[in-house]
């Protein structure tokens, strides 16, 4: 097994955005590309991520093999390509070589986790009534503003409108988008929909706005949210995110 890309940012965030959600993790190399789908110590987040095969100019992978690694040795590796570098993963009995290549070639030596299968929330069940597509940087300004407020933020989503508001004990923040609006992209709503989340998780996945054209928002009435990154059809970052009920 062996696969190229030149294009290391698409690698790097990937698992720089799942690095911020679990520790450890077990990457698929499958015939379509490497996925990855995890849950977080708490429950609460479930990340899932596809970078496809068209993000790799090499993509030798005759049967489908798992590769537990740890997040963050893994990342510190990833991190030592440059924009301009080529990064190879290939893997060579029970050793994963990590090869960055431009004038030189760089080895490293990645060391593989026994890891076992952690159950998963059913996520591929969710039925959500609600679908938002918005540039990404909507979603960011959005964060970034709550953040300075409290430690949660609503997404109230109707026929012909969609809203991000947060609420604390002195400030509060809303951004409206209708549409027609340049930052709103495409709105589904099958009834109205209005659901809170945790901050923390949202501030984490933004990572995956570096490299994303679109974000998709897909949620229900007080059910979980699902947010998608995608980047010209080569990689998919998505997390699942449970909702924060008011008692």
Known sequence: MKVTTAEPEVLITSVATAAEIIDEGIFKFGKNGISLTAADRAMVAVIDLLISREAFEEYE?????????????????????????????????????????????????????????????????????????????????????ASVITDAVTFHATKDCFKISAEGDVSQTEIELREGDEGLLDLQVQEDSKAKYPLDYLEKILKAAKISDEVVLKFAQDYPARIDFKYEGKARISMILAPRVSE
Not at 67 to 86: E, P
Not at 95 to 113: D, E, W
Request: hydrophobic share 40%; proline share 5%.
């Open 61 to 145: 992978v005759e049967e489908e093999r798992e590769v537990g690694l740890n997040m963050t040795n893994f990342l510190s590796l990833l991190k030592r390509a440059r924009g301009s570098d080529k990064i190879s993963l290939e893997l060579i009995e029970n050793r994963l070589l990590l090869m960055i290549h431009n004038t030189t070639r760089r080895r490293f030596t990645v060391p593989l986790l026994q890891l076992s299968r952690e159950e998963i929330p059913p996520i591929e069940q969710l039925e959500f009534k609600a679908s938002v597509t918005l540039k990404p940087e909507i979603l960011e300004d959005a964060i970034k503003d």
